[in-house]
């Protein structure tokens, strides 16, 4: 003790001191440093929570790409196959059409032959008429007038003419 007083400390001072301290101590530990170490824990579980949301959601995203990018292919094997499809459908069409047209030129041929035949025969009816009615005209003529060789051959003659003039 004998050397604290020479340093000229007072050992009841020096021990309430210590008493303060103490307290200080327990004040800051109890009101300060306990607040803000659960703070602290609290700031790092956050972060520690953010972090992991931060993997969830990066796993997501990746998880999300792979499925856009499953959909994506089945959709374009899907269109794919619609425009085979599509494209067996219209051939198919086509085939159908080209035969139907097929069968209508038939048909339209058929009935354009039968029409010129029936205009063919119509037309040989007339001129077989008309030739008729030229004979029997050229035979009432000459039955007309008296005939001699020479007379016969020119009315002939006429008749041939006026035949030819007719057609």
Do not use: C, H
Not at 40 to 55: P, Y
Not at 132 to 149: G, M, N, R
């Amino acid at each position: 003790m004998e050397l604290i007083d020479k340093l000229g400390i007072d050992w009841k001072l020096l021990v309430a001191q210590i008493i303060n301290f103490g307290i200080l101590l327990f004040v800051l530990y109890r009101f300060a440093y306990r607040p803000i170490l659960k703070m602290l824990q609290k700031r790092s579980q956050t972060i520690e929570d953010g972090l992991a949301n931060a993997k969830k959601i990066e796993d997501n995203l990746r998880d999300s790409e792979q499925s856009k990018g499953e959909i994506l292919n089945a959709a374009r094997q899907q269109g794919q196959s619609i425009i085979t499809q599509a494209g067996e459908q219209a051939e198919r069409t086509r085939a159908e059409r080209l035969q139907a047209a097929g069968l209508e030129v038939e048909e339209i041929i058929s009935r354009a032959k039968q029409e010129i035949t029936e205009a063919k025969l119509t037309m040989l009816k007339e001129v077989k008429q008309e030739v008729a009615d030229l004979v029997i005209q050229a035979t009432e003529k000459i039955l007309q007038e008296k005939l001699d060789d020479k007379t016969q051959k020119a009315i002939v003659d006429r008749a041939l003419a006026q035949i030819k003039e007719n057609k």
